[in-house]
Nanobody, 115 residues
Framework: QVQLVESGGGLVQTGGSLRLSCVASENIFGIKNMGWYRQAPGKQRELVARIDTYGTTNYAQFVKGRFTISRDNAKNTLYLQMNSLEPEDTAVYYC?????????WGQGTQVTVSS
């Protein structure tokens, strides 16, 4: 199974920005649809954004206009640029295939937005 490793999280103030990265152990981004997901404490994991093999993107309503998903197939890397962060964005962020594959979850990267 492909292994996915997320990085780039941290502590940021409201209105700040972060860029998350997800590196895959195999060159899959050109042949698989990918997504960024997040899980806040006490809540279910939810889809944040996804990108298909054609580069078409789709966003959850709660991040639309603030987050941008992209990928670099040559680097086997998926990105999530997050701007105008809000305390409600605090969560562990994960990348995975879309639809999700349970065996592909990584350790995630923590994003904390202070008010």
């Amino acid at each position: 199974q492909v292994q996915l490793v997320e990085s780039g999280g941290g502590l940021v103030q409201t209105g700040g920005s972060l860029r998350l990265s997800c590196v895959a152990s195999e060159n899959i981004f050109g042949i698989k649809n990918m997504g960024w997901y997040r899980q806040a404490p006490g809540k279910q994991r939810e889809l944040v954004a996804r990108i298909d093999t054609y580069g078409t993107t789709n966003y959850a309503q709660f991040v639309k206009g603030r987050f941008t998903i992209s990928r670099d197939n040559a680097k086997n890397t998926l990105y999530l640029q997050m701007n105008s962060l809000e305390p409600e964005d605090t969560a562990v962020y994960y990348c995975n295939l879309w639809p999700r594959v349970n065996q592909c979850w990584g350790q995630g990267t923590q994003v904390t937005v202070s008010s």
